[in-house]
């Protein structure tokens, strides 16, 4: 149980990381048709984790701090897993 509370987790913060390196693209100037169906495929998948915390975490001009916070919370919940067992 505790390793695939591990894996989803890992799995997850490979997903944030992919989803912020393409926005990082999209805002270069890269919008080839690959990279915009698998940034919005990212973004569907990763809206139910981004949502509640949008709602809490205040609108940084143009920097979207959702997912730097969502990445925190990956780490402190992997780090009590960790710890439990």
Do not use: E
């Not at 989803?19 to 270069?28: E, I, N, P, V």
């Not at 979207?64 to 439990?84: E, G, N, Y």
């Amino acid at each position: 149980m505790k390793d695939l509370a591990l894996l989803i987790i890992n799995i997850l913060f490979l997903t944030i990381l992919a989803h912020a390196l393409l926005s990082w693209l999209l805002l270069a100037g890269v919008r080839n048709d690959t990279v915009m169906r698998l940034y919005q495929t990212i973004s569907m998948a990763l809206d139910p984790i981004y949502r509640p915390l949008r709602r809490v975490i205040p609108a940084a001009g143009m920097l979207d701090l959702t997912p730097l916070i969502a990445i925190i919370v990956l780490i402190i919940l992997q780090r009590a897993i960790v710890s439990l067992g």
